[in-house]
Each structure stands twice: as C-alpha cells, then as structure tokens.
C-alpha cells in the first residue's frame, strides 16, 4: 500500500494541469503587456496641463555621467543644455522655470529619467547652473514645450 502513495499520477490529470498553466502564462503575459503600454505612454500630467506646463521637482546629473551613452544614443556632455524626461519624444525642446527666481533655461531632452520619485526633470549641470540650482540639488520648476 505504501508503494502506491508515490505512484505518478494518472494521465488524465497530467492533462488538467495544462490549462491552468496555459490560463497562468496568459495572465502573465497580458500583465507584461500592461506595463509596458504603462511606461510608454505619454505623461497625462503634461497633456492636461500643455498650456501651463507640468510642475514638479528638477535635479541635476552627477558629474559621474560625463560620457556615458543617453537615450538617444549621445554621449553625455555637462556642459549642452541637455535634460531627462521620462515622457517626452527625445529631441523634444523645453523650457525649464524656476517659479520662485524667475530664472528660465530652454533645453533639448535626449534621455530619460529621473528614477527619483517626485522628480520630473534631471537637467545637464550647466543648466541648472542657468536655474541657480548648482548648491541647492533641486529646485521646484515648470516645464513647459516650446513649439
């Protein structure tokens, strides 16, 4: 009796099994599907909000990025007026407004990010030496495209 506690199961549940797993890797795949439409969507925030501008905190990069690729396939270079933008087409031209200095800066988004929650913008370093932003990290702006 104790041989047939370890004995395979029958066929027949073998192939009960298969849709279940079938049904699993659908979910699976339309979860991914989900997902990747979500990231690459773009930003309702500036869509709503296209006259005024999307509002939010900027940053700026590390001088450790000097060189290294961007999404568009450029080297990185601190000293264009250069931004990231997880949103917007590359290529793409904005102004950048700090609301409390009035300070403005008009710069060319050829990467994406930031990957900071709350940040809507990472600008080159001599951007945000344009905003007044160099001692401070961050700053709170507006971007809006310029057409």
């Known amino acids: ?9 029958p066929a027949a549940s073998r192939l009960t099994r298969r849709p ?3 049904a699993l890797l659908y979910a699976g ?5 989900v997902v990747i439409v979500s990231v690459f969507s773009p930003s309702p ?6 006259p005024q501008g999307q509002k939010g905190m900027a940053s700026y990069y590390s001088d450790r990025f000097q060189g290294a690729l961007t999404a568009s396939g450029k080297p990185f270079n601190q000293q264009a007026l250069t931004a990231a ?3 917007l087409p590359l290529g793409t031209e904005v102004l950048v407004t700090r ?7 008009k710069v060319v988004i050829n990467d994406r990010g930031p990957y900071v929650r709350g940040r809507i913008i990472d600008l080159s370093k001599r951007a945000a030496r344009k905003l007044g932003i160099i001692k401070r990290g961050i700053a709170s702006v507006r971007v809006t495209v310029v057409e």
């Open 1 to 9: 009796m104790a041989a047939c506690a370890f004995a395979p199961p």
């Open 20 to 22: 279940r797993f079938a």
């Open 29 to 33: 795949l339309i979860a991914c599907a």
């Open 45 to 50: 925030a500036l869509a709503d909000t296209a």
């Open 85 to 87: 933008h997880p949103s």
């Open 99 to 105: 609301p409390d200095t009035g300070q403005t800066v």
